[in-house]
């Protein structure tokens, strides 16, 4: 059995933790971080999450997204409930469509907590 992932605030990642260059994360920090950074870890989820982000308007459909991969439905649709549930992804349902919104702040979060602020 997996464990669940938990969703954080995009404000939560960035106040728990400085960059990592900084100083080194504590266990609860890294435990906070990785959900996040795991579930970007699927080269799929990345992709997704890549599409999601460029798309004009920083926001796409899910049914935009299906024909960039040789994938059924149900598994686009599983890896966008990891990305959302991580607290990567806002989703908002508009009629029979499911869009998804890149959440740009955790995204920044987790460049600032792995980006080298000396550089």
Request: charged share 20%; net charge negative.
């Amino acid at each position: 059995m997996s464990n669940p992932l938990v969703v954080l605030d995009p404000a939560e990642t960035a106040a728990c933790c400085p960059p990592l260059s900084a100083e080194p994360l504590s266990a609860e920090q890294a435990e906070q971080v990785a959900p996040q950074l795991k579930a970007l870890a699927e080269p799929v989820r990345l992709r997704l999450m890549s599409l999601i982000a460029s798309h004009p308007g920083g926001e796409a459909c899910v049914c935009d997204l299906g024909d960039a991969f040789d994938l059924t439905q149900p598994t686009i649709s599983h890896h966008l409930k990891v990305l959302h549930e991580a607290g990567l992804l806002d989703r908002d349902k508009r009629g029979v469509w499911v869009y998804y919104r890149a959440r740009t702040q955790a995204l920044a979060s987790l460049g600032a907590l792995i980006g080298d602020p000396r550089s």
